[in-house]
């Protein structure tokens, strides 16, 4: 079993819908939850990280982490063509001082 | 962004090739990091280091080897290429030890190991 899960879609949805990508973990040890974009031909960057239970948002970007069922979720309200990208959920350990990724979930939004 | 620059950016060589792909940054960060990227696997670590001279590896770390001679330089070698080494393959940095999982990555290095 992966230690994080994450559907790779393709997810393609209209401009202006919300958009809900998503990822599993197994291991509760994890304490830091992170989103990179990813644009084609490109290096992925950090979005958004949250520590621990709770939402955090960042204007039309909501991320979510739900512990006791080890899941985390990326919103994306008024979705934009620019937001055509591959996302990745990545979940960090300091103690184990281990990052991993999922495999990334690649979105289209179109016009 | 970053000061990251990877290169080559695009490579196509022979199995059996030695190969190597350099990293250099401009920020002075303490830690470097080679990634390779496949469908379906996500991006996966094969070395880092956190200093000159000091590595460690990956995950993924069989038939790649790391040198790290200068702060700014990481250099990635594939000592005999093969069909399974065909990747993207990124470098990434990081200030101190990824204490909140913050890294920065260069463009990619897109090998094919024909």
């Known amino acids: 079993q992966k230690e994080v899960e994450q559907d790779p879609g393709p997810l393609s949805v209209p401009e202006g819908a919300i958009v809900s990508l998503n990822c599993t973990y197994s291991?509760?040890?994890?304490?830091?939850f992170m989103w990179y974009r990813q644009y084609s031909r490109k290096g992925p960057e950090l979005l958004m990280y949250?520590?621990?239970?709770g939402n955090k948002e960042d204007g039309r970007f909501t991320a979510q982490v739900d512990k006791s069922s080890k899941y985390i979720s990326l919103f994306i309200r008024d979705s934009q063509p620019s937001d055509s990208a591959t996302y990745l959920c990545?979940?960090?350990?300091?103690?184990?001082?281990?990052?991993?990724f999922g495999a990334g979930t690649r979105l289209a939004v179109h016009p | 962004d970053a000061g990251i620059t990877q290169s080559p950016r695009h490579k196509v060589t022979e199995t059996g090739t030695p190969v190597t792909l350099r990293c250099h940054q401009t920020?002075?960060?303490?830690?470097m990091y080679w990634y390779r990227q496949d469908p379906g696997h996500g991006l996966r670590l094969i070395h880092y280091?956190?200093?000159?001279?000091?590595?460690d590896k990956g995950e993924v770390s069989d038939g790649y080897s790391v040198s790290r001679s200068k702060t700014e330089d990481f250099l990635l070698t594939l000592e005999s290429a093969t069909s399974s080494q065909t990747s993207v393959y990124f470098c990434?940095?990081?200030?101190?030890?990824?204490?909140?999982?913050?890294?920065?990555f260069g463009e990619g290095s897109r090998l094919t190991v024909l």
């Open positions: 990434a940095i990081s200030e101190d030890t990824t204490n909140t999982g913050e890294l920065f």
């Open positions: 291991n509760s040890a994890f304490q830091y």
């Open positions: 949250t520590y621990s239970s």
């Open positions: 990545a979940i960090f350990s300091g103690g184990y001082n281990k990052l991993i």
């Open positions: 920020e002075n960060h303490r830690y």
């Open positions: 280091s956190y200093g000159v001279k000091d590595t």
